[in-house]
């Protein structure tokens, strides 16, 4: 079997057009002492990370972890989630008549004496169903509704109401005020099993669309290749962190990575093998991001790396090592084994005033034409980007 390495054949200048948007120039540099997090980088250290643009809106923390903990293949039916309930009512007795009546089916049922402990039960808890009184000293249920429709407005809990009135008007007022169901006492406990369980199947199924919604917005933000953010992700995430970085004073590096020949690679073996090799980067990448950054494939055999909370040394230490790693990692096609390498450009941030995304993501292409024109697999800084 023989080993080849993969060598220019053309002039480095003619294989990567100069970048047409200049690095905007800072004047302004500033020393850091090495910050709190940096050891990582130095150490080797650096925890395995693949970021997840967004929060799973809509679970609480109890659900969002079975649902992680339980997920097979990254999906789950809704049915396996804890399915709570809320019951509120001042009265020990209205109290323990619900316990009873939902006493043999199988929730979590949970209870509040008041609309003050039940909002804090429900910030914590999210239940599927909340069964309120009406009357109550502190927040009637008609406000608690109210509370719960605006404070939650990306979540669905199906609200029952409980009244001694079977006034009309008063169901109307109940309704309107964002329940979705209206029990008068005394209640038949039947009817109000059955009456959850309407609420179960409707809570089931915002479930199921919240799951869709959660995966389409993955899948948007995620490239199909590699399992990394896109470049589109990472623009999310950096316009946070630039003005994170501009409010608590941390340094933040840009770092746009490669593929050296990597044409070479896809005419010489195919696109599958191109494709293992853009797998093989990405595995690394992935390997030696901190759960505080990010990484991403920005399209084609470019990739993006954001360091947060680590000085100059650090970020050039741990670009380093992802280079070195890749350097090493030989590729297997056919009776042949390739070795391929990448070039970085870092360009870096730490100022009073905060810097447009794109231009410092300019100044990192700038930096990485320096390093494909000094002849690849290596690092160069863009020299003027305010670190």
Not at 8 to 34: F, G
Not at 156 to 174: C, F
Not at 252 to 268: G, S
Not at 331 to 341: I, K, L, Q
Request: glycine content about 6%.
């Amino acid at each position: 079997m023989s080993h080849r390495v993969l060598q220019p054949s053309i002039p480095p200048e003619a294989s990567r057009d100069h970048p047409s948007r200049q690095c905007e120039r800072s004047a302004h540099k500033s020393e850091l002492a090495t910050p709190v997090g940096s050891e990582d980088f130095e150490s080797g250290n650096a925890e395995t990370h693949f970021p997840v643009p967004f929060r799973m809106r809509g679970l609480s923390k109890d659900d969002e972890s079975a649902l992680k903990a339980r997920a097979v293949g990254g999906q789950m039916h809704p049915s396996s989630l804890p399915f709570k309930i809320l019951a509120v009512d001042d009265s020990a007795v209205c109290r323990k008549l619900v316990e009873q009546a939902l006493s043999g089916e199988r929730y979590t049922v949970l209870f509040a004496k008041n609309g003050r402990e039940a909002l804090a039960l429900f910030a914590e808890h999210q239940p599927a169903v909340v069964i309120a009184d009406w009357n109550m000293p502190d927040m009637e249920g008609l406000e608690l509704c109210r509370h719960i429709r605006r404070d939650s407005p990306d979540l669905h809990s199906h609200l029952i109401l409980l009244s001694g009135n079977a006034d009309k008007e008063q169901v109307v007022e109940g309704l309107t005020a964002g329940a979705d169901d209206y029990v008068t006492k005394p209640f038949h406990p039947s009817e109000l099993v059955a009456r959850v369980e309407v609420g179960r199947r409707i809570a089931e199924l915002h479930r199921q669309i919240q799951g869709q919604n959660r995966l389409l917005e993955e899948m948007a933000l995620t490239d199909a290749l590699t399992g990394l953010p896109n470049r589109r992700a990472v623009e999310v995430w950096a316009s946070r962190q630039l003005s994170a970085a501009v409010r608590y004073h941390f340094p933040l590096w840009v770092v746009m990575a490669d593929l050296d020949f990597f044409k070479k690679v896809n005419d010489t073996y195919g696109h599958d093998a191109g494709d293992t090799v853009l797998k093989g980067f990405a595995e690394i990448l992935k390997a030696n991001t901190r759960q505080s950054n990010i990484c991403a494939r920005s399209g084609g055999e470019e990739f993006l790396l954001v360091i947060t909370h680590s000085d100059k040394a650090g970020a050039k230490s741990a670009v380093e090592r992802i280079r070195e790693q890749f350097e090493s990692r030989n590729f297997s096609f056919g009776n042949g084994t390739v070795t391929v390498t990448a070039s970085f450009g870092i360009a870096g941030f730490h100022e009073a005033k905060p810097l447009d995304w794109n231009a410092l993501l300019s100044c990192a292409d700038t930096a990485l034409y320096a390093a494909k024109h000094k002849g690849r697999n290596r690092i160069e800084f863009e020299l003027e980007s305010g670190i």
